[in-house]
T-cell receptor, first 113, second 110 residues
Framework: EAGVVQSPRYKIIEKKQPVAFWCNPISGHNTLYWYRQNLGQGPELLIR????????DSQLPKDRFSAERLKGVDSTLKIQPAELGDSAVYLC???????????FGPGTRLLVL | QKEVEQDPGPLSVPEGAIVSLNCTYS??????FMWYRQYSRKGPELLMYTYSSGNKEDGRFTAQVDKSSKYISLFIRDSQPSDSATYLC??????????FGSGTRLLVRP
């Protein structure tokens, strides 16, 4: 069974440019999470979806970050415009409902110059 | 104060040693406690989770939770070089949100 798929794996952009990350969760998982992991830190939740609905986006910087999960399957996280401080690994995870077990993708490593 | 505190290490041990990794947390309402392992340039993978207090064993790994002192531990017996990774503790709050520690880097020397 395929795990959580993320693309791209690496992205280098200049500040003020837009960037988008894509995630395809494990088949059948209705809950999808986006996390940001800064160097030397644990992941921090940005947004959680249950099906198409964003049920927890309190940590998402809404002035520059947006996310969507239109058909309740794959999801896109966008940053516009990117800032130097956005350099981090962006992780997507999925689970079946309210589960203790979240499965993480490999992440997208973003470098903003 | 962070909700979950973890010593960043690095922790370097010889192969075969017993490893002890620890975290503390601040909110006594937390009920689920997890340990994730993260290899370099990979996403975290769940090793074990524990509900409430007590011990849970899975092969060479034992997770322990002491709610009275808000202390979470992971023990690795007969450590192997393949155990070299970053170990993240996490708690789950009442809204099913995972709160992670900063991770401890472990190096097991052959």
């Amino acid at each position: 069974e395929a795990g959580v798929v993320q693309s791209p794996r690496y992205k280098i952009i200049e500040k003020k440019q837009p960037v988008a990350f894509w995630c395809n969760p494990i088949s059948g998982h209705n809950t999808l999470y986006w996390y940001r992991q800064n160097l030397g830190q644990g992941p921090e939740l940005l947004i959680r979806y249950e099906n198409e609905e964003a049920v927890d986006d309190s940590q998402l910087p809404k002035d520059r970050f947006s996310a969507e999960r239109l058909k309740g399957v794959d999801s896109t996280l966008k940053i516009q415009p990117a800032e130097l401080g956005d350099s981090a690994v962006y992780l997507c995870a999925s689970s079946s409902g309210h589960s203790e077990t979240q499965y993480f993708g490999p992440g997208t490593r973003l470098l903003v110059l | 104060q962070k909700e979950v505190e973890q010593d960043p290490g690095p922790l370097s041990v010889p192969e075969g040693a017993i490893v002890s990794l620890n975290c503390t947390y601040s909110n006594s309402a937390f009920q689920y406690f997890m340990w994730y392992r993260q290899y370099s340039r990979k996403g975290p993978e769940l090793l074990m989770y524990t509900y409430s207090s007590g011990n849970k064993e899975d092969g060479r790994f034992t997770a322990q939770v002491d709610k009275s002192s808000k202390y979470i531990s992971l023990f690795i017996r007969d450590s192997q070089p393949s155990d070299s990774a970053t170990y993240l503790c996490a708690v789950m709050d009442s809204s099913y949100k995972l709160i992670f520690g900063s991770g401890t880097r472990l190096l097991v020397r052959p």
